[in-house]
Each structure stands twice: as C-alpha cells, then as structure tokens.
C-alpha cells in the first residue's frame, strides 16, 4: 500500500491506494482517522469523525458497486476536507429505489449528505473519481 503526503503549504493531501476487497473501507477508516488526529489544528475533532465515517461510505460504495483498482485521496485546506474515492467504473452512482424501512444497504449518499457534505462525481478516461467535501 502506497501512502503519499504532500505538503506543499495548503491543502495537505494524502493518496492511499486500497486493496480490491472488503478490507479496504476498514483501512481507509483507520488511516483517515490516523491522519486527521496527527494534525487536529487542521480539522475539528468532531468533524474528523464525520471524514472518518464520508470515507468509509465512499469506499464500501466503491467495493460494492464498481471495478478496482480504488484509491482514496484526502485533502485537508482551512475550513474543508475533501475525500476523494477512485475506482475503475464509469457507471455513475445512483439512489436505490424503495424505502428506507425496506433496504438494507444504500443509504451511503443519503448518509454523506446528511452530514452536510458536498457530492460531485469527476469521470476520467480510466474510471471516476466520487469527491465528498465537508466544510465548517
């Protein structure tokens, strides 16, 4: 697994690349959270938790709806984080049908949104990118 920092002044971003299975959601988690503890000043403990939880719901969704590889991307700049999930699948992501009391899964976006994050869906020629941004 390859773990890059740059820290060329604002934002401070991370690059990990995740393995192809289930585990992945789970490292992404402890990293994020190692991460954003090793610089508190950089974003507010409360809201930390909040990154920790946009990144596990960006990469499960990843895992569970679309081809690896997958890499996650956070970038923290003063007042905002970003979190940016890669994957190899051009499908857009799309809201489930049904009611909430009906499904098990697919509340992810709902989730993210709930937190009061920004979405946006960034197509590339190898896939797309899934940007979640959290401001305060």
């Not at 009391?101 to 946006?120: C, K, P």
């Amino acid at each position: 697994m390859n773990t890059t920092i740059a820290r060329g002044g604002r934002p401070a971003t991370v690059h990990l690349e995740l393995p192809p299975d289930a585990e992945a959601a789970g490292l992404a988690r402890r990293r994020v959270a190692l991460l954003l503890a090793a610089h508190p000043a950089g974003c507010p403990r409360l809201i930390a938790e909040d990154v920790v939880l946009i990144a596990s719901e960006l990469v499960t969704n990843a895992v569970l709806h679309a081809e690896g590889p997958y890499a996650l991307t956070l970038s923290v700049d003063e007042g905002r984080v970003g979190v940016a999930v890669s994957d190899a699948s051009s499908a857009l992501p799309r809201r489930c049908a049904g009611h909430a009391g009906d499904r098990q899964g697919g509340r992810g976006l709902e989730i993210i949104r709930g937190l009061g994050a920004d979405l946006f869906v960034s197509p590339s020629g190898s896939g797309k990118q899934v940007i979640a941004v959290l401001a305060w």
